[in-house]
């Protein structure tokens, strides 16, 4: 996505030296904290602390995504780690992790889309993608075209929330207050 200031809020481009790069990664990243309280809520689970555990890969060359540039050796990759935390033990956690090049050090796998782990009994692996259909994609025909679908699947389950949080009472509301939201196309 060609959102220069998005990716350096959080620490991209910055030489691997500079101390502000945890905050920065916390600073920018900040929601998904939001979202392990909600997840521990929905598990009645009581959190102790939310804390947040970032970390850092660097451009293996220079790279220009011709919106934004990162020399060798600076910051081309972030990982954030939200972790809900009992206690000393993690019961909930939300990683991101957006990486501008490939490679880069450390090497890291990168899943592509949303997915959820579920550890226990019994343990839940879950994973969503967007992809186009056929048509879609030659419609789209590029990396511009498919940002704007992701963010178009963003944007649907929000969108058809409305009704239901003009029909609730006054306050904040959550998922676990409304009905089931749906991503439906109307």
Not at 70 to 87: L, Q, S, Y
Request: charged fraction near 20%; charge should be negative.
């Amino acid at each position: 996505m060609p959102s220069p200031d998005t990716y350096k809020s959080i620490g991209m481009a910055l030489p691997a030296s500079d101390s502000s790069l945890p905050g920065l990664a916390e600073n920018g990243t900040r929601v998904f904290g939001d979202g392990v309280c909600l997840m521990a809520e929905a598990l009645g689970k009581q959190l102790d602390d939310v804390i947040c555990v970032p970390s850092f890969a660097l451009a293996t060359r220079d790279v220009d995504c011709g919106w934004m540039q990162i020399p060798e050796g600076h910051v081309a990759g972030v990982e954030v780690a939200w972790r809900g935390m009992e206690g000393s033990r993690c019961v909930v956690q939300q990683v991101g992790r957006w990486v501008m090049d490939e490679p880069v050090e450390p090497a890291w796998e990168i899943l592509h889309g949303w997915h959820c782990f579920v550890e226990g009994y019994p343990g839940i692996k879950t994973s969503v993608e967007v992809n186009p259909s056929s048509e879609t994609a030659r419609e789209l025909g590029s990396m511009p075209g498919l940002v704007a679908l992701a963010m178009s699947v963003t944007a649907m389950p929000v969108i058809n929330a409305i009704p239901a949080v003009c029909a609730a009472a006054p306050g904040i509301r959550t998922y676990l207050d409304l009905p089931i939201i749906t991503g439906r196309l109307d």
